[in-house]
């Protein structure tokens, strides 16, 4: 069974940081390319940043390019995302997510992760 | 980036209605299209992927259609554990894009 279990979210203030993890199981991580998906309190979806399975290969949403890093460590089945110089429109849930390989769109969720941003 | 334009943003019916919505791109995007389900408080779940392909264990109360720019995901008789927001989501280029979403609610 597919499991996606994300930790690291917290309250921070305005300019802060920090480092999201996603310890992936139940498949062979290192085949497989990853997301991070966020919703921000009562909004929608909003796709954040895209690795392959590979970790060559990186995408970002426009509104984090620069500030936020993804990242994977195969061997330890583990994802990250570094969020730096956050916000408050960065508070959301943060979703780990499994991507599919015939498209860039997730399989499975993790069930997220909550960030605050506040001053 | 591609704008994913989802009707009605909301809607009320009742159990054993036919409910439909619909999802448009602003630019062709294929079949890569997907569709997902979310309840409160969970997170969301793949319902259709490639415009119209079900989901392992997922209903064939749900279908979705459509190709190009225009995209429809239909609940052929709505049950209460379909209550929930359904997004679709582009799948054809960086930057990924999700529709708004529909809440669809009990009448």
């Not at chain 2, 190709?67 to 927001?85: C, H, K, N, V």
């Amino acid at each position: 069974e597919v499991q996606l279990l994300e930790s690291g979210g917290g309250l921070v203030q305005p300019g802060g940081s920090l480092r999201l993890s996603c310890e992936a199981s139940g498949f062979t991580f290192s085949n497989y390319a990853m997301s991070w998906v966020r919703q921000a309190p009562g909004k929608g979806l909003e796709w954040v940043s895209s690795i392959s399975n590979s970790g060559i290969s990186t995408y970002y949403a426009e509104s984090v390019k620069g500030r936020f890093t993804i990242s994977r460590d195969n061997p330890k089945n583990t994802l990250y995302l570094q969020l730096s110089s956050l916000r408050a429109e960065d508070t959301a849930t943060y979703y780990c997510a499994k991507v599919a390989i015939r498209d860039w769109g997730v399989e499975h969720w993790g069930q997220g992760t909550l960030v605050s941003v506040f001053s | 980036d591609i704008q994913m334009t989802q009707s009605p943003s909301s809607l009320s019916a009742s159990v054993g209605d036919r409910v439909t919505i619909t999802c448009r791109a602003s630019q062709s995007i294929s079949i890569y299209l997907n569709w997902y389900q979310q309840k409160p408080g969970k997170a969301p779940k793949l319902l259709i992927y490639a415009a119209s392909t079900l989901q392992n264990g997922v209903s064939s109360r749900f279908s979705g259609s459509g190709s190009g720019t225009d995209f429809t995901l239909t609940i052929s008789s709505l049950q209460p554990e379909d209550f929930a927001a359904y997004y679709c989501q582009q799948t054809f280029t960086f930057p990924l894009t999700f529709g708004g979403g529909t809440k669809v609610e009990l009448k």
